[in-house]
Nanobody, 125 residues
Framework: QVQLVESGGGLVQAGNSLRLSCAAS????????MGWFRQAPGKEREFVAA???????????DFTDSVKGRFTLSKDNAENTVYLQMNNLEAEDTAVYYC???????????????WGQGTQVTVST
């Protein structure tokens, strides 16, 4: 009974920062990969970033080229919550952002089993 709840979206000016949260419930022990995707109007959904962890290793992260150096990922170990910190936002970052949960590292949406409801991020210039 896995559920993902997203929050943190909003309207920001270019150059500012925003932090998105994805709270997961119903997780069991093992390996997980939480990905972040975004979809802008008229465009296909695209991979943004992912964080993966296991019971025996710390988290590792991966980012698409367009957000490298600007976005970071972190995980709250006490709570099953992942944070996507978005810095130096650009107009091109405007999209609905989705978190998704899978079992392995992947840039493909079909490899994720559970999805959050999405949160709108709008960056003004």
């Amino acid at each position: 009974q896995v559920q993902l709840v997203e929050s943190g979206g909003g309207l920001v000016q270019a150059g500012n920062s925003l932090r998105l949260s994805c709270a997961a419930s119903g997780l069991t022990r093992g390996a997980y990969n939480m990905g972040w995707f975004r979809q802008a109007p008229g465009k296909e959904r695209e991979f943004v970033a992912a964080i993966r962890w296991t019971d025996w290793t710390g988290p590792t992260t991966d980012f698409t080229d367009s957000v490298k150096g600007r976005f970071t990922l972190s995980k709250d170990n006490a709570e099953n919550t992942v944070y996507l910190q978005m810095n130096n936002l650009e107009a091109e970052d405007t999209a609905v952002y989705y978190c998704a949960l899978g079992r392995k590292a992947s840039w493909e949406s079909e490899d994720y089993m559970y999805w959050g409801q999405g949160t709108q991020v709008t960056v003004s210039t």
